[in-house]
């Protein structure tokens, strides 16, 4: 007997990256600010956004986007790279201030071959975990399980991103 698990919410995923869809929603979220809250940016720096990742491992699960659209690291510059690293840090200090984790899983998939979604646009990934976590359901059930919803998880760590001092980009020297 197959067991069904309906998740209707990944055929926008599908269409829009697996397919190709309607360009690249990175570029698109990096340049409608005004959107930031439909679009889940939680943040903004002069060279990157810190986003919700829609299609979450669990949730929390952020994004660290350059603006500019580079496949590879070395694509960008310094001060992109820089941005960056420093979002990623504010990341996990945000989640770990908003939803208490007690760990995180914090990285870079460059290529398709290498588990990016998302090949053609560089990204962080910043994912906080907790012990006894379900993240065996991926590996034995082929399931994630999200218990929080994406708008709850939004407000929350908007809430904490008011609270919290955001990292500045360092002046040029």
């Known amino acids: 007997m197959t067991n069904i698990l309906w998740a209707p919410w990944r055929l926008d995923y599908i269409r829009q990256v697996c397919v190709g869809g309607d360009g690249c929603?990175?570029?698109?979220f990096a340049q409608q600010p005004d959107q930031d809250a439909t679009h889940f940016?939680?943040?903004r720096n002069t060279f990157a956004m810190l986003l919700m990742n829609r299609y979450p491992y669990v949730n929390g699960h952020l994004l660290v986007a350059p603006y500019r659209h580079a496949g590879e690291l070395?694509?960008?510059t310094a001060e992109?790279?820089?941005a960056m690293l420093e979002w990623a840090v504010y990341g996990q200090r945000l989640l770990s201030?908003?939803?208490?984790?007690?760990g995180f899983n914090i990285?870079?998939?460059?290529?398709?071959?290498a588990g990016a979604g998302v090949p053609?646009?560089?990204?962080?990934?910043v994912v906080p975990r907790w012990n006894g976590d379900v993240n065996f359901m991926s590996t034995v059930g082929q399931v994630r399980v999200i218990p929080q919803a994406l708008e709850e998880a939004f407000a929350q760590l908007a809430a904490e991103h008011k609270r919290l001092a955001p990292p500045q980009p360092s002046p040029k020297t």
């Open 25 to 28: 929603f990175l570029c698109a």
């Open 41 to 43: 940016v939680v943040a």
């Open 74 to 76: 070395a694509e960008l």
């Open 80 to 82: 992109e790279r820089a």
């Open 97 to 102: 201030q908003a939803m208490n984790p007690q």
């Open 107 to 113: 990285g870079i998939n460059v290529g398709r071959c």
């Open 120 to 125: 053609d646009h560089i990204h962080m990934h």
